[in-house]
């Protein structure tokens, strides 16, 4: 039924500029809205818990998606430990070590989010408490990982991402 009414809307629009094709700009600005109404969002709530390096875990293993749709993440830290800082980064299957190593590489003046050719899409860092948004498309039908990259974290803050 969304879809239905969201397909009407496209059509209407699409037949109301293609009456009168001169004013691009305009036509350009509702384009743009109307591809974000499409958008067809994946919200996952997910909870950074633990206070110590041998608890802290995220609250999800396993993340299941739709091919195309968008994928966001609202990431809570639960944390109440200083040294319970954390993020999560969304990576090409097998390459988590990697990227977790160039992530110490690239230090706390990069947030631990390196320049790297197999990273997909990366969150701020979230101290004790706070909550941060990562929002991005999902990757190619396929298997991926995520994981926290602030140094250490890696190999007990992780999970797989599943595009079908
Ligand atoms: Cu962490």
């Not at 500029?17 to 001169?22: A, I, N, P, R, V």
């Not at 990431?75 to 160039?102: T, W, Y």
């Not at 050719?117 to 991926?144: M, R």
Request: with cysteine; proline share 4%; glycine share 6%.
């Amino acid at each position: 039924m969304k879809i239905l009414s969201q397909a009407i809307i496209l059509a209407s629009f699409t037949l109301f500029f293609s009456s009168c094709g001169s004013d691009t700009t305009k036509s350009d600005a509702v384009e743009t809205v109307v591809n974000e109404e499409i958008k067809n969002w994946e919200e996952f709530n997910i909870s950074a818990l633990g206070n110590t390096m041998q608890e802290m875990m995220f609250s999800e293993k396993n993340i299941n998606v739709k091919e195309g749709s968008w994928i966001r993440i609202i990431l809570k830290n639960e944390g109440i430990d200083q040294a319970m800082i954390h993020n999560i980064l969304f990576v090409n299957f097998g390459k988590r070590k990697d990227v977790a190593l160039k992530a110490n590489e690239a230090g706390p003046e990069n947030d631990f989010i390196p320049n790297h050719p197999e990273l997909i899409a990366a969150s701020d860092l979230a101290l004790p408490g706070e909550t941060v948004t990562l929002e991005f498309q999902a990757p190619a039908k396929g298997n991926y990982e995520f994981f926290c990259s602030y140094p250490g974290h890696a190999d007990m803050m992780k999970g797989y991402l599943f595009v079908k």
